[in-house]
């Protein structure tokens, strides 16, 4: 969930709300804020297009019944469904690596959204959920009230010293964190993603892992020509050039791993990326994941 601000006050009136939730009629939302709306509803209804990787979100289509707006529009866009999806299930299983070799270890979304990755964990994994105040009232009137390993807290990424808004406990610093920032930084200007990089890196316990995606240099600017995004007006800030400059950004980052989205797209993908990869230099879309060392 990108981080900027919100125009509604948070959760002034809970009265002004409809039966279960918020209508996002009534709460309209800017550019980029407004593209909460393709993951969820990619992982509520992209199961019908593509059931091999449907990735069984249990209340994601109640969300959106709640929110009372209409995704078909983005429901069109079958290679976005496809790229969230595949998306999720490679985040999914990064976590869940993660957590079985540290089951004690904290999970941290930054620019959490609607997003609910906690469900695929286990019911003991400790969780914070952090997006802008705004955000987080939002998710407070649309989701179930949360258990003893659900947290939260209000945060900007684009402003320095965030993480201290974390608010996370000793025990939680004591081992290392999993880390998520998904459809994030595309949207940042390069100096802010620097800053969120350098700041997790400072702060995060080694071994700790920040799963994050970003789109190739190209991309930059061209946010109008995608089926969905284009829609909301929103625009791509930041893009890569090579996997390494990721990693330049902070001496204690390693990178783990990465993914391309090529994969999705079998043979052919891959054989068109090879093709472009000498001229663009990073893959069109990527889910890195980087480590402290």
């Not at 299983?93 to 957590?99: G, L, R, T, V």
């Not at 797209?265 to 980087?290: K, S």
């Amino acid at each position: 969930m990108p981080v900027v601000p919100l125009p509604w006050p948070p959760a002034a009136d809970a009265a002004s709300a409809p039966p279960g939730g918020a209508d996002i009629h009534a709460l309209p939302l800017p550019p980029v804020p407004s593209t909460l709306l393709i993951p969820l509803a990619a992982r509520a209804h992209g199961g019908r297009y593509f059931p091999q990787l449907d990735c069984g979100d249990a209340q994601a289509a109640q969300l959106l019944q709640q929110l009372g707006t209409d995704v078909s529009p983005y429901l069109a866009d079958r290679p976005t469904l496809l790229n969230v999806l595949w998306r999720t299930r490679r985040i999914r299983a990064a976590a869940q690596a993660f957590f079985t070799v540290h089951p004690q270890s904290w999970g941290v979304n930054l620019g959490c959204g609607l997003s609910q990755y906690r469900q695929w964990l286990e019911p003991a994994t400790h969780w914070l959920d952090a997006d802008l105040p705004a955000v987080m009232a939002l998710r407070r009137r649309l989701l179930p009230a949360a258990g003893p390993q659900q947290h939260s807290a209000s945060i900007d990424l684009q402003a320095p010293g965030w993480w201290p808004a974390l608010q996370l406990p000793p025990e939680a610093l004591a081992q290392p964190l999993f880390v998520l920032c998904e459809g994030v930084l595309m949207y940042l200007t390069p100096a802010q993603v620097r800053q969120v990089l350098q700041e997790f890196a400072d702060h995060a316990p080694p071994g700790s892992r920040l799963v994050l995606d970003a789109i190739a240099h190209c991309g930059v600017g061209q946010a109008g020509w995608h089926a969905s995004v284009g829609r909301t007006g929103a625009q791509f800030h930041w893009g890569i050039g090579c996997l390494g400059e990721l990693t330049r950004m902070h001496p204690r980052l390693h990178l783990h791993s990465s993914y391309s989205v090529a994969e999705c797209y079998g043979w052919l993908g891959l054989w068109l990326e090879a093709l472009w990869r000498p001229w663009i230099g990073a893959p069109l879309y990527t889910l890195a994941v980087l480590e402290v060392i």
